[in-house]
């Protein structure tokens, strides 16, 4: 989980990978000199064994050991009530840990949280502003509690992020008279305020229209060229297929699956499919062969690839005397592979 | 971990580590802006404005009953009675008498409102996650809270006070005035005087806005935080006036307020309103503590 690239900074020794929580105290203001810009060090967030138990009982995040590399969109999935909100709000420090520690950008959280969190761009669970203030008003007010941002340049900046998520026009509207479409984009526009290493999206499409998905799907893009850190939350499988490169599956508070998007697919169980004519000598080839959970139906003969090559099973059965019409490993659907790492349905587990 | 670490801000993402951490250790104009913000967030709701503006209305109400009232005097009550049969002859005790009446609902009412609403509102609204990802600091964010508070609190006398004045310079015939030792002391020096009395009110407030903060910690419902102090406070007064309570009276947070008429007297009854003003200091104390202690120590999960 931890990478190998600690030794490579600046021969100071840092140490990138999990940090002790608390080893840091929080940084005053000028304890961090301004020296010329390193390599980017170790992955941008990690966690280990990162575990809340609410005080109810419930234990909504466990054992969980994110790691979110540099310059990654990580899509982050799980059904409603995995814990993923309260993953994203441990990561941003709005809740304590139970156990376990957060790395973001290679400062504990939330003990360094001063610090880094400045890097962080974010949007937790929608949107939430002033209802009579106008949208200039409301990222003003949310410039002015940055103690790290130049008062003499807010304007200027306020209005660049208004502009990048196009509301500019809408800038002196009330919050209150917003569309939801509006909101949510005024809420990505919090974490576009200043340059940022790392946003963390929660559910940024959440409520949107199709229009409203694509445009937030663009500007995910668009952030992310510019090698930002995306960590994007959704339960909204197309969506993360589009822009993710990573993908972490949560599932009752617990990391089911982590890696590229490419290794999740090659996780799943894929498939060969033969058409032909004698489906039952080609399934009985297959059952030969050692294929398992073998099923044919209609001049068609399936059966769970495992490991073993598709071009094999061709030669074999034609050896076998099978005439094989058509020969196919579809690729595995992702909201299949979602459903088998989470179980039956996305507002289930709870 | 190293600090070379924390300033290593890649050139991808067009980062100006430069221009940011220069401004670091800006810590002063960054609380200066944060504190004009929350200034700005309490004087420009119209709840709260409506608010001053009942309390600039409420003396001149009183004033024109009084007025009308005055040939017969008036009746009942031990402070506000002797202020009354002054005011016929001086529009100044305007402003004692609406202090008297105001403090004990109406200005408490007030400062419950904007104190019982500054955390809770904040999380009731959402807005709080977001402000404190920015990252606001926690601490920092509830001193800039509490300060607004203080702030509002005094406004909120001061305004009571020159509606009083104006009110009563309008209504009644201005002129030296007359203190409750019976001596008379010239106009400039009582309206001294009753810039003491409203700053000894303010601090009052001040205590009462600490006891809302805390309160507002505890919860996401506004009006739920806001009920709460307002009980508290009455709650007290009337403890205040139960005699078999006397063994409390003096911690009580209400016990003090009405102490004010000490200002009123020669020589002035230091002992009294130190007595008030310790009183204040450590209720503010106390439960500025507990809001710090409860708001840095909660999740945030609103």
């Known amino acids: 989980m931890s990478t190998a690239g600690t030794g490579t900074d600046a021969g100071t020794g840092a140490a990138a990978g999990a940090p002790e929580p608390g080893s840091e105290p929080e940084a005053g203001p000028g304890a961090a000199p301004s020296g010329p810009p390193g390599p980017p060090p170790g992955p941008a967030i990690t966690t280990s064994g990162l575990t809340k138990r609410f ?44 156990r376990g520690s957060v790395s973001l950008l290679g400062e504990p959280v939330p003990g360094a949280a001063a610090r880094v969190l400045p890097r962080v761009g974010s949007l937790v669970e929608g949107p939430a502003f002033y209802p009579y203030l106008s949208g200039r008003a409301n990222l003003a007010r949310i410039d002015a509690a940055d103690r790290t941002a130049d008062p003499r340049t807010a304007a200027a900046r306020i209005d660049a992020a208004l502009d990048r998520v196009g509301l500019l026009s809408a800038a002196r509207k009330r919050y209150r008279a917003y569309s939801l479409g509006m909101k949510q984009r005024l809420a990505i526009a919090t974490g576009l305020l200043r340059p940022r290493e790392l946003i ?39 969506e993360v297929e589009q822009i993710c490169t990573h993908v972490g599956v949560m599932r009752t508070g617990r990391l089911v699956f982590q890696g590229t998007l490419d290794e999740l697919r090659s996780r799943g169980s894929n498939r060969v499919v033969i058409r032909t004519a004698q489906p039952g000598e080609a399934a009985a080839t297959l059952t030969a062969l050692g294929l398992a959970d073998i099923r044919s139906a209609d001049g068609e003969v399936s059966a769970q690839l495992a490991d073993q090559s598709p071009e094999r099973i061709c030669r074999e059965l034609v050896l076998a005397g099978v005439g094989v019409a058509g020969l196919d490993t579809p690729r595995p659907n992702l909201e299949d592979l979602f459903v088998g790492l989470t179980g039956e349905g996305f507002d289930v587990d709870g | ?103 004990a609902l109406v200005l408490p009412l007030a400062v419950a409102v904007v104190s019982g609403d500054s955390v809770a509102g904040e999380a009731g609204m959402g807005t709080l996650r977001y402000l404190l990802t920015v990252p606001v600091g926690r601490t920092r964010l509830i001193a800039a809270k509490y300060a607004a508070i203080v702030v509002f609190g005094l406004s909120a006398c001061c305004v009571v006070v020159a509606a009083s004045l104006a009110t009563g310079a309008a209504l ?102 130190l007595h008030g003003l310790l009183s204040f200091g450590l209720y503010a104390v106390i439960f500025c503590s507990i809001a710090w202690a409860r708001f840095t120590s909660t999740d945030v999960t609103a």
């Open chain 1, 55 to 98: 005080r109810g009982g419930q234990l909504a995040v466990d054992d969980l050991g994110l790691a979110v590399p540099r310059g990654a969109v990580y899509g982050f999935l799980g059904p409603n009530g995995s814990g993923k909100t309260t993953t994203i709000r441990m990561l941003l420090g709005l809740i304590y840990p139970t």
């Open chain 1, 200 to 238: 963390i999206l929660d559910e940024p499409t959440n409520g949107l229209d199709p229009q409203g998905t694509r445009e937030v799907r663009g500007l995910i893009r668009e952030i992310a060229t510019g090698g930002v850190t995306v960590l994007v939350s959704s339960h909204l499988l197309a």
């Open chain 2, 172 to 273: 009644f015939p201005i002129g030296p005035v007359t203190l409750l030792s019976g001596n008379t002391v010239p106009l400039g020096q009582g309206l001294l005087r009753v810039l003491f009395v409203t700053l000894y009110v303010a601090a009052a407030m001040a205590a009462l806005g600490a006891i809302g903060l805390a309160v507002s910690t505890f919860t996401e419902h506004p009006i739920g935080a806001i009920a709460t102090v307002l009980v508290l406070a009455v709650v007290s007064e009337i403890a205040d006036n139960i005699p078999q309570f006397a063994a409390v009276h003096p911690y009580l947070p209400s016990h003090w307020w009405l102490f004010f008429d000490s200002l009123l007297r020669t020589p002035i009854l230091t002992s009294d309103l």
């Open chain 2, 1 to 103: 971990m190293s600090t070379a670490e924390a300033t290593a801000v890649p050139a991808a993402g067009g980062a100006r580590p430069a221009d940011q951490l220069a401004r670091t250790p800006g810590a002063v104009p960054g609380w200066l802006r944060l504190f004009r913000s929350e200034l700005r967030l309490v004087f420009r709701r119209l709840r709260n404005l409506a608010l001053l503006a009942a309390l600039a209305a409420l003396p001149v109400l009183l004033g024109i009953a009084l007025r009308l009232a005055a040939p017969r005097g008036g009746g009942g009550g031990d402070a506000g009675s002797s202020f009354i049969s002054q005011l016929a002859g001086n529009g100044v005790f305007l402003a004692f008498i609406a202090i008297t009446l105001m403090i």
